[in-house]
């Protein structure tokens, strides 16, 4: 039985925002992530309250592996499932991100966006593990974080933003030489309590090739509450989110499903020792 979102609220990003190169957005970056392997920033303040499936915060961890978490900062670089653990964590592309030695840095910072206050996170023209002068085919992605206290206190926007993934996992996760293979990116969210209806991934995530620009689950070809290809908006009302399980939909306007807690599991968590 569907159940239907009657107001979402839903930012319309499209016409007044500048974009990087199609969905990402400019700005949100004062703060820069010095160049790492696994690194993460101490608390940064998100600079208003998230209910996050009924845990509110104030504060989060920048992890340079592509996501954000809250209880603490994780170090893990090759990505686990979403759907079972226990991190709290909203990840738009969980994989291993070097930074040392080519591509640019992991930036963050509060402002705003379309008059409400955001948070974000820009991951953009990133390199993987392990990071080479040589490498051209870098990643570049986002995460925003916008106020929606007008409508309810804690309310917010989660929104991935995509405009090149050229690669999907590092050579210590099982890749080859390109960053491709081996024990591939995540993308979704969870406030790891494993209850029903408060973890989701986006499909492809964990399979070889499907979150690439030519794959069968492309980011940057597919949307969800948007009008722009690459750009993915969940909205958390009253500490829930209300997300289509479908393959990375398109739904019609104001109207989306509420989440299955039976999802299915993709890919098996693989942990290698990482040489520096």
């Known amino acids: 039985m569907l159940k239907k979102l009657l107001s979402t609220g839903i930012l319309a990003l499209s016409l007044s925002a500048p974009a990087f190169a199609g969905a990402i957005i400019t700005g949100f970056n004062d703060n820069t992530l010095p160049g790492n392997d696994d690194g993460s920033t101490g608390l940064v303040s998100i600079g208003f309250n998230v209910n ?20 603490s900062p994780i170090s893990a670089y090759t990505p686990f ?27 963050y910072g509060q ?5 409400f206050n955001a948070f974000a996170v820009n991951w953009l023209d990133v390199d993987y593990y392990f990071s080479d002068s040589t490498h051209t085919n870098f990643n570049s992605f986002q995460l925003i974080l916008v106020d929606r206290s007008d409508i309810a206190a804690g309310d917010f926007d989660i929104i991935f933003n995509y405009d090149n993934i050229m690669w999907e996992a590092g050579t210590a996760s099982d890749s080859d030489e390109n960053g491709l293979g081996g024990s591939s990116a995540r993308a979704g969210f969870s406030n790891g309590t494993n209850n029903p209806g408060t973890f989701y991934e986006l499909a492809g995530s964990a399979v070889n090739g499907a979150f690439l620009n030519s794959g069968i689950n492309s980011l940057i070809n597919n949307r969800y509450n948007s009008d722009i290809d690459g750009r993915y908006v969940f909205t958390a009302r009253n500490g829930n989110i209300v997300v289509d399980p479908t393959p990375n939909p398109v739904p019609e306007s104001g109207s989306v499903i509420l989440l299955a807690s039976g999802l299915m599991l993709l890919g098996g968590r693989k942990l290698l020792k990482k040489s520096v």
Do not use: H, K, W
Not at 56 to 69: A, E, I, P, R
Not at 85 to 101: E, H, K, Y
Not at 111 to 115: C, D, M, S, T
């Open 111 to 115: 402002g705003q966006l379309n008059g």
């Open 52 to 71: 996050f499936f009924g845990l509110v915060f104030s504060d989060l961890y920048v992890n340079n592996n592509g996501n954000v978490t809250f209880d």
């Open 81 to 107: 499932d979403l759907t079972s653990t226990g991190q709290q964590i909203i990840a738009p592309f969980f994989a291993d991100v070097d930074t040392r030695n080519a591509g640019e840095l992991v930036t």
